[in-house]
């Protein structure tokens, strides 16, 4: 890849030891690093060291990304960093959308490296809640109508996908979360476990399993997020357990 | 964690350079690795020297999370090997299910590492196809009835997730992906967007954008996923692209 370069870069959920090497690699490479606040604090020190910062704050993200594309376009190798995977709910996207208004698609070498999503790293914290076919929604409507994310999670319930919500609950939509969790108890049995992760990997994470009806959503905040089961979902020893539907012994 | 333990170690789509420090830790930690052939091929070989590898065939599932529990209550450190993240159709699950019906929970350490999943890694050589809302749905009627599958694909489809196939084209049954597609088109413009991918990260990689009209399903087989988009996919400079729904220019 060409010096002026634009990498988009997942870091994982934030400790270092889920940072891949090709992703180490690209904030290596890269001069100028552009980033909200609170992803740039993730990235080990000496990768910043002698690069040029943009950090923008939250709801900036355009901004962000526009940085970076100038950068890239003014000769210099940048990278948008994101927590998780650039391509789940983060900057991947964005990136390619100014780039294509820019005309810049053609100019300007373009590569995401993915990285551990949020998704992953609290599933394995909550022990096998996936496993098997599952669905993430985004309770922010910030971009998107609450009409859309009441279909998504209602389709997504009712055909028993196990349910993975991100952004369950900001301070300025609260009740959105009993609203989705009202969706579940629909169409869940009350002991259908939800799993709670808060700060995967990082300095005070917190990892809990609730069933449906003794939840209180009051625990999640935007820096959780939320797994709710599928109707063959269980606790096992504390853990949560989703099947894949192997009938033990028969090997 | 004690030497008798028991990781669910995620490698990630197989490059060296996607492997987190942390997975990389847990097996060189492990005595005993234990894993499908093709995944314990991809283990850098400094990681197996010196170490008992239980090799076992595809479908042998049970057999390899039992060989590593029994190396773990007879007090080695084992490591079952999955590709991607061990928690997305791979082994975390069946794991769990083994200590439990064992009754080990209590006794055996067991700690799952996440990986980079095959939905992100084919995500980022894709650009930016999933962004927003989307559902995985293996394709896979080995452990789950054909019409489950059916009705949440469906599910998926009619509330606009972006839908991720995995296990797309088995030879065995080569003509559910054709099922899977004819939902799509039900619900789809003729130019939404498909992205393949097939051994992201690996030698060999292709990736190819397509549209729903023009997709020829034999194209796809086990070591490839397909992405579905949303109604609001598009291709952009030959990358597929599923805005967030930021309104550009607006900030």
Chains 1, 2 share one sequence.
Not at 57 to 73: D, I, K, P, T
Not at 94 to 122: H, I, K, M, S, W
């Amino acid at each position: 890849m060409s010096a002026a370069s634009l990498y988009v870069v997942g870091l994982g959920p934030g400790d270092a030891a889920c940072l891949t090497p090709q992703a180490r690699e690209a904030l290596g490479r890269a001069r100028c690093l552009a980033g909200y606040q609170l992803y740039l604090d993730l990235v080990p020190p000496e990768l910043l060291a002698g690069k040029r910062l943009i950090a923008t704050g939250m709801r900036r993200e355009e901004e962000r990304c526009v940085a970076a594309v100038e950068a890239a376009r003014a000769g210099q190798c940048a990278a948008l960093v994101c927590s998780g995977d650039p391509g789940v709910y983060a900057l991947a996207g964005l990136a390619l959308e100014v780039l294509e208004t820019r005309n810049l698609l053609d100019d300007v070498p373009f590569q995401v490296v993915p990285g551990v999503p949020a998704v992953c790293a609290a599933a394995a914290l909550l022990g096998a809640p996936l496993t098997h076919d599952f669905a993430c929604v985004s309770l922010s409507d910030l971009l998107t109508p609450w009409r859309v994310i009441e279909k998504r999670l209602a389709a997504a319930f009712e055909a028993d996908f196990v349910c993975v919500l991100y952004n369950p609950r900001s301070r300025g939509r609260p009740h959105l979360l009993g609203r989705a969790l009202s969706l579940a108890r629909a169409r869940r049995r009350p002991d259908c476990p939800v799993g709670l992760v808060r700060k995967a990997f990082r300095p005070g994470q917190e990892v809990t399993v609730h069933t449906l009806a003794d939840f209180e959503e009051t625990r999640a905040d935007m820096l959780s997020l939320l797994i709710v089961g599928s109707s063959h979902s269980r606790i096992a020893g504390g853990r949560m357990l989703t099947p894949r539907g192997y009938i033990l012994g028969r090997s």
